[in-house]
């Protein structure tokens, strides 16, 4: 059983309708899950609606599902902008697309997302500083551990970083299809890959989940109305 919390789904640019790729998630033992996908502000609205809709679907199955969103490649200066834009719209998750080495993000987008506690997750932050990862604890944004081939290059960084600093870490797939999905023994391996210790990655999935109870006992997901007969 395990947390997932970065997924992309056919509402950006994922392969599987948020309510497949929950059940592909849920039958690959993930417990929590949550939908965040790729947003701006041209598509914000419709992606937190949208997401909202499986996300309670889902919950059919026995798991908890949050309606999330990933602030992606939005210029620095608005960021904060955008984040509070989703969390007005509902968003239930919020996670920055942080400087990956493999893609050209804007340089400042980490030290945005970590001074901003609006933000849960600061996604794959590449050659993050000490400095950011200490604003990340103070501000409590967890600093991702990823699987994603693309964005992995930098999780030994991450993570000393994230160790010196004393700021929380979790990990994710960022997947954007069923094949990107994994079990909680690989997130085990790939948190020790990153050079983490049994205690930390444990420490992480706990960090995880952590996120999901206070969205559900305090966040909007509280507040979601459910329909049932
Ligand atoms: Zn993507
Ligand atoms: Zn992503």
């Known amino acids: 059983m395990r947390a997932e919390l970065h ?8 392969e599987l309708l948020p309510i497949e790729l929950a059940r592909r998630a849920v039958v690959k033992g993930t417990k929590y899950l949550a939908f965040t ?3 701006s502000l041209s598509n914000l609205e419709r992606v ?18 949050l309606a999330g969103v990933e602030v992606t490649h939005v210029p620095v200066r608005r960021i904060d902008e955008v984040v509070l834009k989703a969390r007005r719209l509902g968003a239930e998750l919020v996670v920055v697309h942080g400087e990956t080495l493999s ?10 997302a970590v001074l901003n506690p609006e933000v849960d997750i600061l996604a794959h ?40 600093a004393g700021a929380p870490m979790v990990v994710n797939t960022d997947a954007h299809g069923p094949g990107d999905l994994i079990s909680r023994d690989f997130a085990r391996r790939v948190a020790r890959g990153a050079g983490l210790t049994e205690a930390e990655a444990a420490r992480m999935f706990r ?20 329909k049932r007969g």
């Open 125 to 164: 932050p590449g050659l993050i500083t000490l400095e950011e990862a200490q604003l990340a604890r103070d501000n409590g944004v967890a600093l991702e551990i990823t699987s994603r081939s693309s964005h992995c290059k930098a999780n030994g960084h991450v993570a000393r970083m994230a160790q010196q």
């Open 7 to 14: 997924t992309h789904t056919l509402l950006s640019d994922g």
């Open 103 to 112: 893609e050209p993000v804007e340089k400042g987008t980490n030290m945005a």
């Open 207 to 226: 960090n995880a989940e952590e996120i999901v109870r206070k969205k559900t006992t305090t966040g909007a997901a509280g507040g979601r109305s459910r």
């Open 48 to 65: 937190v609606a949208e997401g909202r809709r499986d996300a309670e679907l889902a919950e059919e199955w026995g798991m908890k599902v």
């Open 37 to 39: 996908d790729h947003v």
